[in-house]
């Protein structure tokens, strides 16, 4: 809906109405021009309207209105909704201007180029015409839908319409359906059957289409197991349901089951209750809720369904994982996904349903398997698209023709229309707070790892982010990510050992119904000319380039566009060089990464409504002077790059949240310094909203005046020396926000004198890089605030005496890495230390030749990598007691422990892996060495250093997998 659009006006036009915005307008506003004087008044009108027209949107939403008139008016909303967001930001533009120093001077000679853009007259002009314009639209609504006689007046066309699709219960269900949910089945019938006779809440979650209505209902038709149980109902949840309803199908359902004739029509709530509570009290029920979407549905039917110790069971179904928590642990079964196997299986069902073993046609087998890669394990999708498939001829160009037109399809075939729908249901029930947040996830490539810093800083350059209390924003969109994630509409691809996300992907149909819907509302625009195809809205206000071949100038119109990113990295730079900047004058989020690009056009520094300027992985040499023009800049990426100065001025960005700028110089990670960092500027001690700041120089005068960033919650300063470290540790201690901290010293033999450190908030992650003396690690600091550190690496530490023993009591330390942090020969692990502990990475330890593991001790570690240990000979002592190991990794260890290592002393572990040249091998913790060696071909090996903060440093490959 068209919500999206209204939303962000709403909130853009209340930033505009603040009264410390207002105050710095008053001056510009003047008395001589009764337009001028009407704007705030009009501002305020139009942000009335547009709360009320988005309270109507919200309404008709949850109904099934595509009506000609309807879906007119809409397109109209959106259009004025955008028009008013060009004349906000042409005002903020105006009234930032006027605050900045000899802002009277950069005004005129603004207006002076552009007086028909941004003169404060014209503005209030046009947003008279739009006040105007909103309050005919409301009229206009009225006067074409359906009149109705008489004051009490409904639009027919708009209330009386079909309720949104509610998926309810499939009863013509196939077996051959049914491919993939056995373990679920399993796990889903054990809950049944619990010995426990109190009542269990079963819950079966999941994105929409992964088949755990399907599921359910295989279990509830088993007349075998549904016998174990008095009564039984099955209850449809809408969206928009009441617990009246819901009670009275109950009964109905029950009493339909006894054969009795029952009204339960002519109840009301209390009657329905007691009927409810009679029946229930001595008898063991079964009762599936399907498609619940809150959990109040829960607190409201425990009302009647007490707990009357004879064992009965509520199963509900629910894309939410908020809903599925009121189950207990074991029993909220997650439905994921079809793997590519069973995936496979279930399309040649169904689109081979008469072929001897439903087998494909050799010459269908490829599309065929890019079709099942599109539907991404989605059941629904698979029954549906090959049921269709099995009605067309099988040749080639058809499925091949079909292929291509497959999200069309999805939308126009009214065989496959049910996919969509369900799918849209996900979407339609999203908060309006974060319908935006959805669709902006839309313009990542297919199957492209998301990172979550990325994503969030993007959300709030675009002004997606609602602030709420004292949370910073960044808390705020971490919970809008996580909500979303809940939902069921983004899947977590990685999460990093405190269990934060660190990347996701969307789905690939959901992502496609993302895009459809994008292109509906003009929210964004996806160009990718590979097979010709273009999808573009008519006036895109953000544009994703996946892929380009030819010149895109011809298929937008960036006089409206507010974002533009580059995915292809073989585009030209001719391609946005020369309408992008010059013509793009909203453009707030400009996200270059990867072009070959050298200089920054001078026509960039006119975006004075830029706020996100990506450039990393290009050839930039240097930052240009007319950088330092763009006020509203609040992210600036430079990471690996060769732009390690700044400007003069550069301090003038008061609004910078985040300045990450770094290039890496050893890719084997075998030096201290293997990084390059941006030289800290005059002023940069100003900019008091920073956030995070990585990689700066330490000197003397920065790290005096490092304390006035207050807002910092993550920093990494390099080359300290000695020297600045009381300093240092002064200006930490001023940073009540700062959660990350990364400090590497100047060089292998300056000290880190840190002994002095000291901070007003607990810090979740420290990375110290050098030398540090003895006492470090029982400073104050490690005693108290390092009981809340999650993560921890100490590097080039050359300590003597084992960190081990001094970290052990680092009771929530989630992560440990150790890269020549110890000259000690014997590292022990005793029982109960590091409690939560999930991994551990040794790298280079030199002199270590043991390491001893007690019982007890590292009892939730997962994640081990050992690196260059030439002296250890044999794997660790006591690995045998740690049973939550899932991953190993040995690599550059010397030849006698190799041989151990083959010795079936890590069988319980379940991936184990060691390298030899450059070689990657697996050795099979389920199997023994009498199984004998079978060699895989894959891809060579490369292995980065696992103490950086490399996503890609597991990536793992070897000329030869040896499976032992």
């Known amino acids: 809906m068209v919500e999206v659009a209204v939303l962000l006006v709403i909130k853009k036009i209340g930033i505009a109405m603040a009264c410390e915005t207002l105050k710095l307008a008053k001056p510009l506003l003047g008395k001589n021009s ?36 309807v879906e007119t008016w809409i397109r109209q909303v959106r259009r004025v909704a955008y028009d008013m967001e060009d004349i906000v930001d042409q005002f903020m533009y105006v009234v930032g201007e006027h605050q900045q120093k000899d802002s009277w001077y950069c005004v005129k000679k603004f207006f002076k180029k552009q007086p028909s853009l941004f003169s404060i007259n014209e503005i209030a002009i046009k947003a008279d015409i739009i006040n105007k314009e909103l309050m005919e639209l409301s009229k206009r609504i009225f006067r074409w839908t359906q009149p109705i006689s008489g ?152 009302e009647v369904l007490v707990d009357n110790g004879l064992g009965s069971r509520v199963i509900i179904t629910t894309r939410i994982e908020e809903v599925a928590s009121v189950a207990e642990e074991g029993c909220k079964i997650k439905v994921e996904p079809l793997n590519e196997y069973d995936a496979w299986l279930l399309f040649c069902r169904k689109a081979f349903p008469k072929s001897e073993n439903h087998v494909c046609l050799p010459e269908l087998h490829q ?77 990542f490539p297919e199957d492209y790892l998301i990172h979550r810093k990325r994503l969030i800083r993007l959300w709030i350059t675009e002004g997606f982010i609602e602030q709420n209390g004292g949370c910073s924003l960044e808390d705020i969109a971490e919970v809008y990510l996580a909500e979303l994630v809940r939902r069921s509409m983004l899947q977590v691809v990685a999460r990093n050992s405190f269990d934060r996300i660190q990347c996701l992907r969307m789905h690939d149909l959901v992502r496609e119904l993302a895009i459809f819907q994008s292109k509906k509302e003009s929210f964004c625009a996806i160009y990718d000319d590979t097979h010709g195809v273009v999808q573009m809205g008519l006036v895109p206000r953000r544009v994703s380039v996946l892929q380009c071949n030819n010149g895109i100038q011809s298929s937008i119109d960036p006089s409206r566009l507010r974002t533009f990113i580059a995915f292809d990295t073989r585009m030209a730079v001719s391609s946005w060089y ?34 996100f300027l990506c450039l990393d992985d290009t050839n930039l040499k240097k930052l240009p002077k007319f950088i330092t023009k763009l006020h509203n800049l609040q992210t600036l990426s430079l990471k690996r790059t060769h732009a390690l100065k700044f400007p003069q001025g550069f301090s003038k960005l008061k609004k910078l949240r985040h300045l990450l700028i770094w290039k890496l110089l050893d890719a ?69 926000q700062l959660t990350r901290l990364h400090i590497r010293a100047s060089n292998e033999d300056e000290l880190l004198l840190l002994d002095d450190l000291t901070l007003q908030n607990p810090l979740e992650k420290i990375d110290l890089i050098g030398r540090i003396s003895e006492g470090t690690l029982e400073s104050p600091f490690f005693s108290t605030h390092g009981t809340q550190l999650l993560q921890m690496e100490l590097s080039w530490c050359h300590l003597i005496e084992s960190p081990v023993a001094r970290l052990s009591g680092l009771s929530n330390l989630t992560e440990l890495r150790l890269t020549r942090a110890y000259t000690g020969q014997q590292l022990n692990f005793h029982a109960n230390c590091f409690p939560k502990l999930k991994k551990i990475v040794l790298w280079d330890l030199p002199q270590v030749s043991q390491i001893c593991i007690q019982e007890g001790a590292l009892f939730t570690l997962e994640y081990v990598h050992i690196y260059g240990l030439k002296e250890l000979r044999d794997v660790p002592a006591g690995i045998k007691f740690l049973n939550s190991v899932k991953e190993a990794y040995f690599t550059g260890m010397n030849s006698d422990f190799v041989k151990n290592l083959k010795m079936g002393k890590l069988n319980h572990i379940p991936k184990v892996y060691w390298s030899t040249q450059g070689n990657l091998v697996f050795i099979s913790g389920a199997c023994s060495p009498a199984t004998g060696v079978s060699t895989v071909e894959t891809e060579p090996a490369n292995l980065p250093e696992p103490c950086s903060s490399n996503p890609q440093w597991r990536i793992l490959g070897g000329s030869g997998w040896v499976f032992i």
């Open 578 to 611: 020369s309408f992008i900047p010059s013509e793009s004058k909203y453009l707030a989020v400009l996200d270059l990464s990867g072009l070959p690009i050298e200089i920054i056009p001078s026509s960039v520094g006119e975006l004075f409504n830029l706020r």
């Open 34 to 69: 009764e337009s001028q004087m009407a704007l705030p008044i009009n501002m305020k009108l139009i942000k009335d309207e547009l709360e009320l027209i988005n309270a109507f949107l919200k309404e008709i939403g949850m109904k099934d209105c595509n009506g000609e008139v």
């Open 367 to 443: 599309c065929g398997k890019d079709i099942v890669e599109k539907c991404d394990g989605l059941p629904l999708a698979l029954v549906a698209i090959g049921s269709l498939l099995s009605l067309k001829t099988r040749n080639i160009k058809e499925w091949r023709f079909f292929y291509y037109q497959l999200i069309a399809e999805l939308h126009n075939n009214e065989n496959l229309n049910r996919v969509e729908k369900i799918l849209n249901l996900s979407y339609k029930h999203l908060p309006n707070y974060l319908k935006n947040c959805f669709l902006y996830c839309a313009m």
């Open 668 to 736: 084997t990670y075998r030096s201290l310094n293997n990084w390059e960092s941006m030289e800290p500027f005059d002023g940069i001690w100003n900019l008091k909203e920073l956030q995070s700041l990585h990689e700066i120089r330490s000197n003397k005068v920065f790290v005096a005046k490092l304390g006035n960033l207050s807002q910092l919650r993550a920093l990494s300063i390099t080359r300290v020396r000695s020297s600045h470290c009381s300093q240092l540790c002064s200006s930490l201690s001023k940073m009540h």
């Open 151 to 302: 004051l009490n007046y409904v639009p027919a066309t708009i209330y009386d319409c079909e309720p949104l699709y509610q998926p309810g219960l499939d009863h013509s269900i196939n077996d051959d359906e049914l491919v993939g949910i056995e373990k679920n089945r399993e796990i889903l019938i054990h809950c049944l059957h619990l010995e426990d006779r109190s009542l269990r809440i079963i819950a079966v979650w999941g994105m929409g289409g992964l088949g755990k209505s399907t599921l359910a209902n295989n279990v509830y038709k088993n007349e075998a197991l549904v016998s174990n149980f008095s009564c039984h109902a099955w209850i449809s949840v809408s969206q928009s349901y009441t617990i009246n309803d819901i009670w009275r199908n109950m009964l109905q359902e029950i009493h339909g089951n006894d054969n009795r004739a029952f009204d339960a029509a002519s109840m009301d709530s209390a009657e329905l209750r007691v009927e409810l509570k009679k029946i229930v009290d001595n008898r063991r029920y079964l009762i599936i809720l399907d498609d619940v979407w809150t959990a109040e549905v829960l607190f409201q039917i425990r």
